[in-house]
């Protein structure tokens, strides 16, 4: 079992910034991808960014919609994942979660490629 706390969230004029975290439980973390998704109201599910875990972990794919201001990484030694989030916009209001990739996916995009998820953080962008 994988437990995935996010936080980091919070409430940010446009143009600002965030990082959330994610902590994930369990020894094997390093050899996963690991996600981020977002919510708005109303609206589904949408894909943000991932990274490549294992021993070509590193590589990183993003949203079109977040490309050149949103940034994740992570620390396998600390079992967390970032998101570093510059350049707000209202319309990145949203919940935002974090996610563990399935076993053999290297840079998974849908939410069915993952199998553990966090309770989500709440992000709002004030115009």
């Known amino acids: 079992q994988v437990q995935l706390v996010e936080s980091g969230g919070g409430l940010v004029q446009a143009g600002g910034s965030l990082r959330l975290s994610c902590v994930a439980s369990?020894?094997?973390?390093?050899?996963?991808?690991m996600g981020w998704f977002r919510q708005a109201p109303g609206k589904e599910r949408e894909f943000v960014a991932t990274m490549s875990g294992g021993w070509n972990g590193g590589s990183t794919y993003y949203a079109d919609s977040v490309k050149g201001r949103f940034t994740i990484s992570r620390d396998n030694a600390k079992n967390t994942v970032y998101l570093q989030m510059n350049s707000l916009k209202p319309e990145d209001t949203a919940v935002y979660f974090c996610?563990?990739?399935?076993?053999?996916?290297?840079?998974?995009?849908?939410?069915?490629?993952?199998?553990?998820w966090g309770q989500g953080t709440q992000v709002t962008v004030s115009s």
């Open positions: 996610a563990k990739g399935r076993p053999t996916y290297r840079l998974p995009a849908r939410s069915n490629d993952y199998d553990y």
């Open positions: 369990g020894r094997t973390f390093s050899n996963y991808a």
